[in-house]
């Protein structure tokens, strides 16, 4: 990627993989037959051709403007139905390219007869459906001019290959000895406080402000080595769930996934687990002021051993004052002079900015002001300058109109939505992807990896490296840029998670095209939607999965929990192969014995995952899948 023009860039990432199928052999004897018009793919290829030399600056100018927004996101639900036509007329090759012949037929005659087929109703309604997305794409080019957007140069950069430098330690965090000192001392005072069997402090202060950095530094910190038997990371977020809190202290602290559905049986287990020990626990970003739900969760935590302590994560007084008493410690704005720091140690080579020209570092200096003391900001913001450390670049960020975006309903902090900018286009699709998980999900970079290259995000390889080496270097990218965090590790080895602001920029940029589909709130699933993640315990509310069934467009179904019930395979048979689409459909860890015969209906399926389920037997039909190019089936063990 590095020094590809950035044209090139959003044309690899968002319009090549539609000029692939347009230009491929399947599409263009699918148009050669009688009765329709090949005029119509060129038609399509010059409408886009006209679109995308203002896509960049359509991207810059979606913080600042909802119309530009609604057309950029009118534009992608339109190309991907352009994708999915276009694949479904290559799969109607497929059959006749794969189907088992008699050994004296030979390829030639199979494809013949599948081309002089006659025109049917499919042909029909494809020509329909092309003609309708290049009325909707050029009526789309003539809004550009009304739009005021404009071709040339934006924020965004060729990524360039460099070490992975912002990966801070935990212990470098800039600003705070004054407050981490004060928290641990306020732990170890708490040890031997009479009546008190566990201690505990709240850390207070506005969203960006770096909570989590501060408790994980504590988290880690060599000077609590060995004085816990047991240490918990325990990410709440918004939607407090006990149930859900319960089990990730249990996976937590046994390092292995939790199969109990009960709050009951998980809250026992847990008790047990810590009884007589002295652990640490970290609740991370907690917003219920619910005493109720305070009490309903510390029950098991009462069985540990004296000088036991709680770190709690918060943006709201409220929830510390419902902690019985444990003292808040308030987090406030940096000083430009650690803000500085801070931008010093992402943005330049030494970390300190010492070797930088002068000018620089009056121009990065004039940035952090703008960064309004907020580390998260700073720090992104930081990492992103590093990719170009020119004069002129600076100078348009300091400059830029984004930094007085108005605040509202969609207020995503200026210096998020300019490192955003600042991506090379490729990254943009792979950072919106993860805007279907839900806030604080860990995950592992392999698996996203699979699920990038199963959606096609990546650019094939010119060389001999595998496409897999492709999406880690995108992954190492986003890592480096701040995009996503290095956190602690529980079960599943090294993970990674997305800050909940950052989250907050995924979900702005991807709109409705990512949904995530909660246990204990109603299923709305937007038209547009192409990209789903559910997290429930189990199936037996059927109704709520006809409601997916509707969504007939949507490219990716994850499964994050191992939910159970009856009518698990159910599910599985009569709702997932109606999504003709679907590219990627993790299953791993549900209730299920099978998968249906009808999964070879999914003919664009490239990912599958049924990894620690109860199947018992593949399907012959799943040989016929003959886009799938990732089947993961660890842990099966009734396969």
């Not at 965004?156 to 801070?168: D, G, H, I």
């Not at 929990?561 to 003709?580: F, H, M, N, Y």
């Amino acid at each position: 990627m590095k020094g590809m023009p950035i044209g090139e860039l959003f044309l690899g990432a968002f319009l090549q993989v539609l000029f692939d199928r347009i230009a491929s052999q399947p599409v263009l004897d699918f148009f050669q037959r009688d009765g329709l018009d090949k005029s119509r793919l060129s038609y399509l290829e010059t409408v886009l051709l006209m679109l995308e030399p203002v896509l960049d600056n359509a991207e810059e100018k979606q913080f600042t403007s909802g119309r530009v927004k609604e057309w950029l996101h009118r534009l992608k639900a339109a190309v991907f139905d352009a994708e999915d036509l276009l694949d479904q007329i290559a799969a109607k090759n497929l059959p006749s390219s794969v189907e088992l012949e008699p050994e004296s037929q030979s390829w030639g005659v199979v494809v013949r007869n599948f081309v002089s087929s006659p025109f049917n109703s499919f042909e029909k309604k494809a020509a329909s459906r092309i003609d309708d997305i290049i009325q909707i794409l050029d009526s789309m080019a003539s809004q550009i001019p009304i739009l005021g957007l404009t071709a040339g140069a934006s924020l965004s950069t060729a990524s360039q290959t460099r070490s992975t430098t912002s990966l801070m330690k935990e212990s470098e965090v800039y600003g705070r000895k004054e407050e981490k000192d004060r928290i641990i001392q306020l732990l170890l005072s708490q040890e031997n406080e009479i009546g008190r069997a566990m201690g505990g402090v709240a850390i207070v202060g506005m969203g960006g402000m770096g909570k989590t950095t501060l408790a994980r530094s504590i988290y880690h910190d060599d000077g609590f080595e060995g004085r816990f038997d047991k240490k918990l990371w325990i990410h709440v977020s918004n939607d407090f769930d006990v149930v859900g809190v319960t089990r990730s202290a249990l996976e937590s602290i046994t390092s292995k996934p939790c199969k109990l559905h009960s709050l009951e049986t998980m809250q026992v287990e847990l008790s047990e687990k810590l009884r007589g020990k002295k652990f640490l626990v970290v609740l991370d970003d907690v917003w219920s002021e619910r005493i109720e739900d305070w009490e309903l969760l510390c029950c098991p935590f009462n069985n540990g051993a004296q000088g036991s302590g709680i770190i709690v994560t918060t943006r709201n007084e409220g929830v510390a004052d419902i902690m019985g008493g444990f003292p808040k410690v308030r987090l406030h704005k940096l000083s430009n002079e650690d803000g500085w720091s801070l931008l010093s140690r992402y943005a330049f080579q030494s970390g300190s900015g010492t070797d930088a020209d002068s000018q620089l570092v009056k121009i990065g200096q004039e940035i952090v002001e703008k960064c309004d003391g907020l580390p998260l900001a700073i720090k992104i913001l930081g990492s992103s300058l590093r990719s170009k450390l020119e004069r002129k670049h600076w100078e348009k960020v300091r400059d830029s109109n984004i930094w007085d975006l108005p605040g509202g309903k969609n207020d995503i902090l200026p210096a998020l939505s300019l490192s955003y900018c600042f991506l090379p286009s490729p990254l943009k699709r792979c950072f919106a992807y993860c805007a279907m998980f839900p806030k604080g999900y860990e995950f592992e970079m392999d698996k996203l990896v699979l699920l990038w290259m199963a959606e096609g995000f990546l650019d094939s390889p010119n060389d001999n490296t595998v496409i897999e080496e492709v999406g880690d270097e995108c992954f190492m990218e986003l890592l480096s840029r701040s995009f996503f965090d290095e956190v602690t590790v529980q079960y599943v080895g090294q993970s990674y998670v997305i800050h909940d602001l950052v989250h907050d920029l995924a979900k702005f940029v991807s709109g409705d095209f990512c949904a995530y589909l909660e246990q204990n709130k109603p299923w709305k699933i937007a038209e547009r939607a192409r990209h789903i993640s559910c997290r429930w315990d189990n199936y037996d509310d059927f109704a709520r999965f006809e409601a997916l069934s509707k969504a007939r467009s949507v490219r990716t179904f994850l499964s994050l929990r191992s939910p159970c019930g009856q009518d698990a395979d159910r599910v599985t048979g009569e709702i997932l192969p109606k999504l003709d689409p679907l590219r990627v459909l993790s299953l791993s860890g549900d209730d299920i014995i099978e998968l249906p015969t009808a999964i070879d209906d999914l003919k664009q399926l490239r990912y599958l995952d049924v990894s620690r389920s109860g199947i018992i037997v593949l399907p012959d039909s799943i040989c016929t899948l003959c886009n799938l190019q990732t089947l993961l089936l660890q842990r099966c063990q009734r396969l």
